[in-house]
């Protein structure tokens, strides 16, 4: 399994990104994948994930500004994030698990992105 994430970089508070994982070689018809951050010298967290059942979970302080969804024909997972804060400035990194079950925690998903970093600054 591969996930290979896109579309980090450098934007002004109030822009908007939105972030492509490409996924390769996951067979599983049931699965949770979603998108996770970490920031330096915070805790890490699951910021958005989305279920094979169609379910969507995110963290209260990006609900109403980030959407989560994806491409089952491209194998893609997407994460538009809009009218972003130095905050949310941060390491992205795409995840999946093998079943529908979101957990929060990293330690449940078995296959994880390379990352790509997001950076909120004038």
């Known amino acids: 399994v591969q996930l290979v994430e896109s579309g980090g970089g450098l934007v002004q508070p109030g822009g908007s990104l939105r972030l492509s994982c490409a996924a390769s070689g996951f067979t599983s018809s049931d699965y949770c994948m979603g998108w996770f951050r970490q920031a330096p010298g915070k805790e890490g967290e699951r910021v958005a994930v989305?279920?094979?059942?169609?379910?969507?979970v995110y963290t209260g302080s990006v609900k109403w500004r980030f959407t989560i969804s994806q491409d089952n024909a491209k194998n893609t997972l997407y994460l538009q994030m809009n009218s972003l804060k130095p905050e949310h400035t941060a390491m992205y990194y795409c995840?999946?698990?093998?079943?529908?079950?979101?957990?929060?925690?990293?330690?449940?998903?078995?296959?994880w992105g390379q990352g790509t970093q997001v950076t909120v600054s004038s």
């Open positions: 995840a999946a698990r093998s079943d529908r079950w979101c957990y929060a925690g990293f330690t449940f998903y078995n296959y």
């Open positions: 989305v279920s094979s059942t169609g379910t969507t």
